[in-house]
């Protein structure tokens, strides 16, 4: 079975500083793998996705993220955090193919903190 | 424009009623999908349609039935409503490849009273 974790519920970080939210995934396969932010009363929105090539991708918002193959990782970067960052990250994989189901991790709230 | 709409915003309601909430996409995608979130912000897919047509039924009650009238809508109606159905109910669409990503409708937050 495909699952996905995100072993923090909630990460706090100083404004400036670098933050990291992590994302593990047990998909078999090469998976699609994709990072959304909610934020509140609002729907998630799109960050960045690995596909292929290159581990590290770079994304909306200054953020980019880190795919290990042997880690079976995904884990979600910024260099300067912004007290604006702070949100619920979903982590998402998807098997290749069409129609495929997506299945989403349990979500790491974000505080930044000024 | 906004890309993934869904009405109404809030739904407040008592158990036993029957409601629906409607979705629209303006993208020209051929996926849309139902999903639910819990208070724990938990999001569990609950269905899926490719081109008006059926693609994913997870494990939901019979009392919820999603209708695809053309494939820019996705509708969910759900009939004698339940305390346990108090969520975020999201609206999303995509291209239909598992290498696009999804795009969110705001959400409709379901409380029954």
């Known amino acids: 079975a495909q699952s996905v974790a995100q072993p923090e519920d909630q990460v706090n970080v100083a404004e400036g500083n670098p933050l990291t939210v992590k994302c593990t995934y047990s998909?078999?396969?090469?998976?699609?793998l994709f990072w959304y932010v909610q934020y509140p009363n609002r729907g998630l929105q799109f960050l960045l996705k690995?596909?292929?090539?290159?581990?590290l991708v770079k994304g909306s918002y200054g953020f980019e993220a880190e795919f290990n193959k042997s880690q079976t990782s995904f884990h979600l970067k910024k260099p300067s955090a912004l007290v604006s960052d702070s949100a619920l990250y979903f982590c998402a994989v998807s098997p290749p193919g069409y129609g495929q189901n997506f299945v989403f991790g349990p979500g790491t709230r974000l505080s930044v903190l000024p | 424009d906004t890309a993934v709409s869904q009405t109404p915003k809030y739904l407040v309601t008592q158990m036993g009623n029957d409601k629906s909430i409607k979705c629209e996409q303006n993208l020209g995608h051929d996926t849309m999908y139902w999903y639910k979130q819990d208070s724990k912000k938990f999001l569990k897919i609950m269905f899926s349609?490719?081109?008006?047509?059926?693609?994913i039924n997870e494990t939901v009650p019979n009392r919820f039935s999603p209708k695809s009238p053309d494939k820019a809508h996705l509708n969910l109606h759900i009939n004698s409503l339940e305390l346990g159905d108090s969520a975020v109910y999201f609206c999303a669409s995509s291209p239909g490849n598992s290498n696009q990503p999804q795009h969110f409708g705001d959400g409709t937050r379901l409380s029954i009273l």
């Open positions: 690995y596909i292929t090539g290159d581990n």
């Open positions: 349609y490719n081109n008006k047509e059926l693609i």
């Open positions: 998909v078999s396969g090469n998976p699609y």
